[in-house]
């Protein structure tokens, strides 16, 4: 479902915000930050401008400015709703935006060196949110050859990061946005990843933990990674009978997080054990309130 943000008003819509928030918890990999300007066409990365900075910026922390949701770490371009949004770009920035914007760049690079290949709106937003950066596309557009040579020469002096170690950053920023603070300990450090579209995350011994959906840029969780997710406290719906349909409706609710949306992935228990999991279909308020309809639709039960 594609999210319009065609009006300045768009900055206040209750997913550009929930975004913002999200990121403020994003730590970047490496030693340098690489921003880039957003693109029409999402995915970032299938976009004709993206493909060529890709190629000169793989193997680093790549970060995409965008209005109305601030920032976009490669690793999360696939996740909605930034990667199903779209904006009108007249290259000028108002200042709201810019602050917005900017606030959420700064506290994402903190310390780290940053090379800024952008131009227009973004570079302003740099020269006013950030104390020092490296400007590579002033006198160019960012996708000329010349810019395009000079962002390579300065990414000279930084190591690339290893595929293994952007994966399970990008598997662990995925869970960070997916579940909040902790949710990186899903994804342990001796995990496997197998497959290409949904790629299945499996513990050393063969346990599946939950599978990267590439479609919605999510994980969804097995009844093992519901497990781990039920030891962070969050997502998690209490039922006091024994599952034994795909289909929680909300009557069977004593109780939930109050932190869950619609869509969110949840744990479903009883008697403190994983009784399945599924996608929420209720708020975690309106679950324990309402008196109809379904509350999660579940993908998996472990009776």
């Keep these: ?26 730590r970047p990999l490496g030693d340098v930050v690489v921003v880039l300007p957003c693109s029409m066409k999402k995915p970032y990365s299938t976009s004709r401008s993206h493909r060529k900075f890709t190629g000169v910026t793989r193997g680093f922390q790549e970060l995409i400015l965008t209005s109305p949701f601030g920032i976009c770490p490669r690793e999360l371009e696939n996740t909605y709703p930034i990667s199903s949004y779209d904006v009108s770009t007249i290259g000028e920035w108002s200042h709201e935006e810019k602050k917005l914007v900017g606030d959420v760049l700064r506290e994402y690079v903190g310390d780290l060196d940053v090379i800024a290949h952008v131009d227009g709106g973004y570079l302003e937003v740099c020269m006013e949110y950030l104390d020092s950066f490296t400007a590579t596309s002033m006198e160019a557009r960012p996708t000329s050859p ?26 662990r920023s995925v869970a960070v946005y997916q579940f909040g603070p902790g949710g990186e300990r899903i994804i342990p450090e001796d995990c496997r990843v197998t497959g290409r579209y949904h790629r299945k995350i499996l513990k050393s ?8 959906m590439m479609d919605r840029g ?21 039922i006091d009978f024994n599952l034994e ?9 004593s ?38 309809g379904v509350a999660v639709r579940v993908r998996r039960r472990t009776g």
């Design 245 to 253: 349909s795909n289909t929680l409706f909300a009557p069977g609710v």
């Design 146 to 171: 010349e810019a395009l040579e000079r962002l390579k020469r300065e990414l000279e002096s930084y190591e690339r990061i290893p595929p293994r170690e952007r994966l399970l950053h990008m598997l």
């Design 218 to 238: 999510l994980i969804s969780l097995s009844p093992e990674g519901g497990r781990s997710l039920y030891m962070l406290g969050v997502k998690w719906v209490e």
């Design 205 to 212: 011994d063969g346990t599946q933990i939950g599978t990267f």
């Design 255 to 292: 109780d939930a997080d109050t932190g869950i949306i619609p869509g969110d992935e949840v744990v479903i228990v009883q008697g403190g054990e994983v009784a399945g999991v599924g996608r929420a279909v209720l708020s975690g308020d309106e679950m324990v309130r309402a008196e109809r």
């Design 1 to 26: 479902m594609k999210v319009i943000c065609s009006i300045e008003e768009s900055l206040h819509r209750p997913e550009a915000v929930r975004w913002r928030e999200r990121m403020r918890l994003m």
